[in-house]
């Protein structure tokens, strides 16, 4: 059993309803895990994501840094929920015994089906949207949050797929241990991946950042050791799969607007 089902958002929709992400996601998480053990699910794979670490936690960030510092602001409650089911999952092996329900902490996810909604999506889709829509208009210039120099790392869905079920198959609790991060490694700047966007999508314009806006996390880089150990890496490197996900965005959300 794969558990992604979550609500989430950026940094507008994790500080405009703290209440509803942490809710939601405690209930999401702990009636299906709950559930999981009673109808003897032997094997689950919970889904949390990379802002469980510490604001401030030493860079890349290795899974032994869970709880060791405050976490950042605009997205407590979200990371609280996640957290929270990263132990819930070691607890029921450990008091039950009888199941195997393993954590992974993806890293920034893209692709195809993705999120475009510019108030509730994450910061690459967004991006892809305003940018897209500055190059249809003809805009001279897109504004952009923040200062531009948060460093984030990025995964294609179809890698976070892939590594889901290389170790669901291939790898054991004992294996894995509380979780795994899943990631690429490699980090860019909010500047560089704006840069970067322009480039694909054709936009000439110039960029401009509010600083009045906030940054989030100065910087969330996954440590991949204990990935890479387990024998999974990612095969789809961020231009090709960002020409991949404005492909199918003219093809299904562009079309439809």
Request: glycine share 8%; with cysteine; proline share 5%.
């Amino acid at each position: 059993m794969f558990l992604a089902a979550a609500k989430v958002g950026g940094i507008l929709a994790n500080s405009s309803l703290p209440a509803q992400f942490l809710y939601d996601n405690l209930m999401i998480q702990s009636n299906v895990i709950e559930a999981a053990r009673q109808y003897g699910v032997k094997k689950l794979l919970f889904l949390g994501s990379t802002c469980i670490y510490p604001k401030y936690a030493p860079q890349p960030l290795k899974e032994e840094y869970l709880l060791t510092g405050e976490l950042e602001p605009t997205n407590e409650p979200y990371a609280l929920a996640k957290i929270a089911g990263i132990k819930m999952c070691a607890a029921y092996n450990k008091q039950y015994g009888t199941t195997e329900f393993v954590s992974v902490m993806p890293t920034n996810l893209y692709g195809p089906h993705d999120n475009f909604d510019l108030s509730t999506s994450h910061v690459l889709p967004a991006l892809m949207r305003k940018i897209h829509e500055a190059k249809i208009n003809h805009a001279n210039e897109i504004t952009v949050w923040g200062s531009g120099t948060p460093l984030r790392e990025f995964l294609h869905v179809t890698d976070m797929a892939k590594a889901c079920i290389y170790l669901m198959e291939n790898c054991t609790f004992e294996q894995i241990g509380d979780f795994v991060n899943i990631g690429t490694g490699k980090e860019l700047s909010i500047y560089e991946l704006t840069k970067l966007l322009c480039q694909v999508i054709g936009f000439k314009g110039e960029i401009i950042f509010d600083r009045t806006k906030p940054d989030g996390t100065p910087r969330k880089l996954t440590d991949v050791t204990k990935l890479h150990q387990l024998g999974w890496h990612h095969t789809i490197e961020l231009e090709e799969g960002i020409r991949d996900t404005y492909q199918w965005y003219l093809e299904h959300v562009n079309a439809n607007e």
